[in-house]
C-alpha cells in the first residue's frame, strides 16, 4: 500500500478525539485510517 499524505486538519481531529477519551480504534475507523497510523499522530 502506498504512503498518502494526511492533511493537517485529520491529524488535529485525531489528537481531538483522543484527548476526549476516544480509543485509538475508534478514532480510525471514524477517520478511515488504520489504527497503526492513529498511534503514529497521537505519539508525536
Same mark, same amino acid.
Given at each position: 500500500?502506498?504512503?498518502?499524505?494526511?492533511?493537517?486538519? @485529520?491529524?488535529?481531529?485525531? *489528537?481531538?478525539?483522543?484527548? !476526549?477519551?476516544?480509543?485509538?480504534? @475508534?478514532?480510525?475507523?471514524? *477517520?478511515?485510517?488504520?489504527? !497503526?497510523?492513529?498511534?503514529?499522530?497521537?505519539?508525536?
Amino acid at each position: 500500500m502506498a504512503r498518502r499524505n494526511i492533511p493537517m486538519n @485529520e491529524v488535529v481531529e485525531v *489528537l481531538y478525539q483522543w484527548h !476526549k477519551g476516544r480509543k485509538i480504534s @475508534e478514532i480510525g475507523q471514524s *477517520l478511515g485510517m488504520d489504527r !497503526k497510523t492513529v498511534r503514529k499522530h497521537i505519539v508525536l
